[in-house]
């Protein structure tokens, strides 16, 4: 028995020609599947709900982002307040000294001279 054995090559005796056009095929496909695409997206996102709720996450963050930088205003002028009237009420407290000695010295000059008429 004799073996058949097939002559190799490295290139082919016949070379391969495409004589048809692959961009319309692969225009196609890519239309096809970016629709496919678009409306797995849609279908799964529930028709662009998400976007909606998403929205209104952006702006409840910029309301709270405006919410606190008032409260820090606020917090900053009852701060300011509080030093004002600590500052008052270190000040009332030093004038009611000095009125206390005004007055004691008033008393001692009286007794030292005896009461006026008025």
Known sequence: MKKNN???????????????ANWPINVIFSILF????AG?????????????VYGQ???????????????????????????SMKKLSADNKELKENNN?????????EKMLGKRKK
């Open 101 to 109: 000695k005004l007055k004691e010295d008033i008393m001692f000059y």
């Open 40 to 52: 797995s997206t849609y279908y799964f996102l529930d028709g662009g709900k998400f976007t909606k």
């Open 6 to 20: 097939k002559p190799h090559y490295l290139v082919r005796k016949k070379p391969y020609i495409q004589t048809r």
């Open 57 to 83: 996450l952006i702006e409840l963050q910029n309301q709270n982002y405006e919410k606190n930088n008032e409260n820090l205003k606020i917090k900053l002028d009852l701060e300011k307040n509080d030093i």
């Open 34 to 37: 970016l629709i496919l695409g």
